[in-house]
């Protein structure tokens, strides 16, 4: 019994670690970390921390490709960007793209840092989004060239619940088809 315990806890810390070093190996270059929240009636808030772990240079823009096809957003949507950076929102049908840019170079995201509060309110479920195709890229802050991001989207805290719930759910099936 106890062997059987000692195995289920390594295969759950060997997967967990392996969650983690797609983590560290997908954050060596600069990322973008998403996450919404169900805000009621059919609005989701998308929420973004953009990661520059591995840059060569500060990060002073974050542009969200097809912001308007992808999440509906245009100059009236709910937009906010953090403190020393605004945006320009999608102005459909010739501006497709939600740009934000820091307006000093104090305010861009350092190498090695990481800057969050950059968030917008949308209609699309973050369920039927093909995370995979999802297209961002930062501003250099010195060469002002555009740099493609690692995007990681993360689920809501109640979906990482349910996903840890089932691991021991299968867990506890492995545990009882073995007595």
Do not use: K
Request: no cysteine; net charge negative.
């Amino acid at each position: 019994m106890l062997i059987r315990v000692r195995t289920t806890r390594g295969l759950l810390g060997a997967a967990l670690s392996l969650l983690f070093l797609a983590t560290s190996a997908a954050s060596a270059a600069p990322t973008l970390l998403i996450g919404a929240a169900d805000l009621g009636g059919g609005v989701w808030q998308y929420d973004m921390t953009l990661v520059n772990s591995g840059g060569s240079e500060p990060l002073s823009g974050l542009n969200i490709l097809a912001a308007n096809t992808l999440f509906g957003l245009d100059d009236t949507s709910t937009i906010t960007a953090p403190s020393g950076w605004d945006y320009f929102a999608p102005l459909p049908p010739s501006v497709d793209e939600l740009n934000y840019f820091s307006l000093a170079s104090a305010d861009d995201v350092a190498v090695d840092d990481s800057l969050g509060g950059f968030s917008f309110e949308s209609s699309t479920d973050p369920g039927t989004i093909d995370w995979s195709s999802f297209e961002a890229d930062a501003i250099g802050g010195t060469s002002s060239t555009q740099i493609p991001l690692t995007t990681i989207f993360t689920p809501e805290p109640a979906t990482g619940l349910l996903l840890a719930a089932a691991l021991a759910a299968q867990a506890a099936a492995r545990r009882r088809a073995r007595q």
